[in-house]
């Protein structure tokens, strides 16, 4: 005998039924699932501190390495090599031999300007005669580490100091060249004290005072032929 196929549905197959169509109908929201998943996963290789990362500070350190290297070296180098006199320099030397204060030693003539130098510095370069000039004082001074002798007399009235260097130890003031009397010269001045320079034999030899250029070249002509 044959069921019949019309069975009625019972109340809960209704429910189940409508409870799923109502289940279909609804939109379904995933844009924060992909974000749940990436907040799961491990962190991308690209993220984590590798030889990229390192690089940056390794040569920013050998970079730094490298200036203070070249500084100790560019320091280093000016320690080493001759001290520079400037123009202001010289003229300070000048007024203080003018003034006599306490560094500078009072002397009468070249030989004892050449004993008392001697004293205070045994490498003082040789000085010259000063045919007719009255020696005034002397002294020694410290350019740098490096030590100039100076000597201070009169040429007409006037106080000229003749200071005398080694060119190895102590670099000349710049200046400028010009030629008096067919000779060339490194000129220059500062404070109202003018300055004629010029080099022989390893030894610069300044002449400084209120005399004019060509009254100071004059006069370190003179010398030089002493």
């Not at 929201?29 to 491990?42: I, Q, V």
């Not at 204060?101 to 000063?130: H, N």
């Not at 004082?137 to 002798?149: K, L, N, T, W």
């Not at 100076?150 to 400028?176: C, K, Q």
């Amino acid at each position: 005998m044959e069921q019949d196929q019309n069975i009625p549905e019972s109340s809960d197959d209704v429910a189940i039924s409508r409870r799923l169509r109502q289940l279909s109908s609804l939109p379904v929201d995933t844009s924060g699932l992909e974000a749940r998943l990436r907040a799961s996963l491990p962190p991308r290789r690209a993220n984590l501190p590798g030889f990229r990362s390192l690089f940056t500070p390794m040569r920013a350190l050998a970079a730094s390495i490298l200036i203070l290297v070249g500084l100790a070296t560019l320091i280093i180098t000016l320690a080493s090599g001759p001290a520079s006199a400037s123009t202001e320099r010289m003229a300070a030397i000048h007024q203080s031999a003018v003034a006599g204060d306490g560094r500078t030693t009072r002397v009468s003539s070249i030989a004892e300007a050449r004993a008392a130098l001697q004293r205070k510095w045994p490498g003082t370069p040789e000085l010259p005669e000063l045919p007719e000039h009255r020696a005034m004082s002397c002294c020694v001074h410290e350019i740098g580490r490096e030590q100039m002798a100076s000597i201070t007399f009169e040429v007409e009235g006037s106080p000229v100091t003749m200071a005398l260097a080694s060119s190895r130890d102590i670099r000349m003031p710049h200046g400028e060249k010009q030629e008096i009397a067919g000779k060339t010269y490194v000129v220059g001045s500062a404070s109202g004290v003018n300055m004629v320079m010029s080099q022989r034999d390893g030894t610069w030899m300044c002449l400084m005072g209120r005399l004019s250029l060509a009254q100071l070249a004059q006069l370190s002509e003179s010398l030089r032929d002493n």
